[in-house]
């Protein structure tokens, strides 16, 4: 079971980001589908894969591997709920029908990128959700110290360190030297907070 589960969310990560690739969208539309659509499939199908690797992950062992009191759950109880807060602060920068896709289905036009958001938790960071889920990630952790919430945690953190690399290298492509200035001025995953 174990080793099923982490072949899957080796999968699931390596399709994301083929998925997310420029150039899986142009070969979606060559074989003659609306690129209208793709975001949109793109994201159905990554919560269905979510619910998979969900049960999977249910399925599982849930021993600990280590016992901690309260006194370590607690700051990490708050981690969990700072690292929601950032998620949704991040997210509220975005236009959400944009970032799930049906604003495409809508207006009947392609996918595209915006401006560059520099503004609000980009203005910290340059990945603000990436940083919520680390934060969440590793909360889970110190909240459950089981040997699968570690795996999950631990194969994810290696997976966006990859994934922010692969980002960066479509936003360079799109932004050019706008892109490359605000790399040089907001750090990447851990904000800089100036008193």
Not at 44 to 60: C, E, H, M, N
Not at 97 to 121: A, D, R, V
Not at 125 to 138: C, E, S
């Amino acid at each position: 079971m174990w080793s099923t589960f982490i072949l899957l969310l080796v999968i699931y990560y390596v399709l994301h980001s083929l998925l997310a690739a420029d150039k899986a969208k142009m070969v979606w539309q060559q074989v003659g589908l609306p690129r209208t659509y793709y975001r949109l499939i793109y994201n159905t199908f990554f919560v269905a894969f979510t619910i998979w690797l969900g049960y999977y992950f249910l399925k599982l062992d849930s021993t600990t591997f280590v016992s901690w009191s309260w006194w370590f759950r607690g700051p990490a109880a708050l981690g969990l709920l700072i690292g929601c807060w950032i998620a949704r602060a991040a997210l509220r920068q975005y236009n959400l029908s944009e970032f799930i896709g049906t604003q495409y289905l809508q207006s009947n036009t392609q996918n595209h990128f915006g401006e560059l958001n520099t503004t609000g938790w980009n203005a910290r960071v340059r990945h603000p959700l990436y940083l919520a889920t680390v934060i969440i990630l590793w909360s889970i952790v110190g909240i459950w110290p089981q040997w699968r919430c570690l795996l999950v945690a631990s194969i994810s953190s290696l997976y966006l360190i990859v994934g922010i690399r692969l980002e960066e290298r479509k936003l360079i492509a799109h932004f050019g030297d706008v892109y490359q200035q605000y790399q040089k001025s907001v750090p990447m995953l851990f904000p800089r907070f100036r008193l």
